[in-house]
């Protein structure tokens, strides 16, 4: 039943555009496939970060050059972090520029219940970024993403 329920405010986000972005939506088991089902069709780059991870927070101008100068591919931003945390996610989104960005925040106690959700074979490590082609493919990077791998992976786009 709660993954009906946020499968519904997912779409009904995705409908409404920018009116549903700045406040951080609850990132449940289930999502992930829900994510990716709404945008499908459609190159989509979901990006799993901290606001207490240097790294990530390092690598979101690349990720804001990557949006602007590729709109028809949709950016989602997932804090591994606690839904206490919604005002730091959304000032640090704001702040670089992405507040416009689909964004969601683990709302399950259980980080590694998600994750294991998520891929089997990720083990927390971040920032952790998928490219999912509008075919479906999808490719995990570990560690700060370069725009070069960006680059390279939207030219076959």
Request: hydrophobic share 45%.
């Amino acid at each position: 039943m709660k993954s009906r329920l946020w499968t519904f405010v997912l779409l009904a986000c995705l409908a409404a555009g920018a009116a549903c972005a700045a406040e951080p939506r609850p990132f449940q088991r289930g999502d992930f496939a829900a994510i990716r089902a709404a945008h499908q069709g459609r190159p989509v780059v979901v990006n799993f970060w901290s606001v207490t991870c240097p790294p990530c927070l390092a690598e979101l101008p690349t990720l804001k050059a990557m949006a602007e100068a590729n709109p028809r591919v949709a950016l989602v931003f997932i804090a591994a972090d606690t839904p206490d945390d919604g005002e730091r996610i959304e000032h640090l989104l704001k702040r670089n520029g992405l507040d416009g960005a689909e964004s969601w925040v683990f709302a399950d106690a259980n980080a590694t219940r998600l994750r294991f959700d998520i891929d089997r074979t990720w083990r927390g490590e971040l920032p952790r970024t998928y490219l999912i082609a509008a075919s479906g493919r999808v490719e995990s990077h570990s560690g700060r993403i370069s725009g070069e791998s960006l680059n390279a992976w939207l030219e076959g786009q």
